[in-house]
C-alpha cells in the first residue's frame, strides 16, 4: 500500500464547476497535510495546508481533512481553465516526520 | 526578489560522466532539499540539510551526493553509480525545518543521459 495516494486522472471538469481531488494516506499518526499545484513543465508551489479535521477555505479552495477515515481532499470552486494542472498531496507522516507526496492528479478544466 | 535559483536548466550528460546541479537560495531557510521527480511519479527526496555542514540521506540517495557548506547554497552531484539519472531535479528550502511540508521550490534542472 502506498503511503500516500492520489488518482492519476485526468479529472475533467467544465469551466465554473466544482473540481474535486482526493488524497487517501496509509499512516494514521499523520499529522500535517499540503496541495501543491504543478504546472507542465514547472515546479510544484504550495497552495493549501492542513492540520485540524474539517474545512479550510482559501478563495476558490477548500482543503477538506477528514483523519477518522484517513483522506484529504481540495475542492476548487469556479473553476478556470488556468487551474489546468497536477494537484499533489503531501502528507508528514506521523512516524517519520518526513514528507511524502503522492503521484499527483492531473486536472483539466474545459471551455 | 527571494527565491530560489537552479542552475542549469536544461542539462545532458554521456554515461560515465559526473554532473553538479547548483541551488542557491536567498529566503535565509534554514533546510534545504533536493527531489527528483519522474514522469507519472511524485517527488523522491534524495538528501535533504537542515544546517550548515550537516546533511541527511533521504529515500533514494544512492548515486548521489551533496555539501551544504554555505547556508545559501545545496549542491547536488550526480554520480556515474547512479544507474538511472534521467529525470527532473528539483531544489527545495523550507523556514521551520526538515518536518516542515511547506517547501518553496526552485525552477528545476532537467537532466538527459545520452
Known amino acids: 500500500q502506498k503511503e500516500v495516494e492520489q488518482n492519476s486522472g485526468p479529472l475533467s471538469v467544465p469551466e465554473g464547476a466544482i473540481a474535486s481531488l482526493n488524497c487517501t494516506y496509509s499512516d494514521r499518526g499523520s499529522q500535517s497535510f499540503f496541495w501543491y499545484r504543478q504546472y507542465s513543465g514547472k515546479s510544484p508551489e504550495l497552495i493549501m495546508f492542513i492540520y485540524s479535521n474539517g474545512d479550510k477555505e482559501d478563495g476558490r479552495f477548500t482543503a477538506q481533512l477528514n483523519k477518522a477515515s484517513q483522506y484529504v481532499s481540495l475542492l476548487i470552486r469556479d473553476s478556470q481553465p488556468s487551474d489546468s494542472a497536477t494537484y499533489l498531496c503531501?502528507?508528514?507522516?506521523?512516524?517519520?516526520?518526513?514528507?511524502?507526496f503522492g503521484t499527483g492528479t492531473r486536472l483539466q478544466v474545459t471551455l | 526578489d527571494g527565491g530560489i535559483t537552479q542552475s542549469p536548466k536544461y542539462l545532458f550528460r554521456k554515461e560515465g560522466q559526473n554532473v553538479t546541479l547548483s541551488c542557491e537560495q536567498n529566503l535565509n531557510h534554514d533546510a534545504m532539499y533536493w527531489y527528483r521527480q519522474d514522469p507519472g511519479q511524485g517527488l523522491r527526496l534524495i538528501y535533504y540539510?537542515?544546517?550548515?555542514?550537516?546533511?541527511q540521506k533521504g529515500d533514494i540517495a544512492e548515486g548521489y551526493s551533496v555539501s551544504r557548506e554555505k547556508k545559501e547554497s545545496f549542491p547536488l552531484t550526480v554520480t556515474s553509480a547512479q544507474k538511472n539519472p534521467t529525470a527532473f531535479y528539483l531544489c527545495?528550502?523550507?523556514?521551520?525545518?526538515?518536518?516542515?511540508?511547506?517547501?518553496?521550490f526552485g525552477e528545476g534542472s532537467r537532466l538527459t543521459v545520452l
Open positions: 540539510s537542515q544546517i550548515v555542514n550537516d546533511f
Open positions: 503531501a502528507v508528514i507522516a506521523g512516524t517519520a516526520s518526513k514528507l511524502t
Open positions: 527545495a528550502s523550507s523556514q521551520q525545518g526538515a518536518a516542515s511540508g511547506e517547501l518553496f
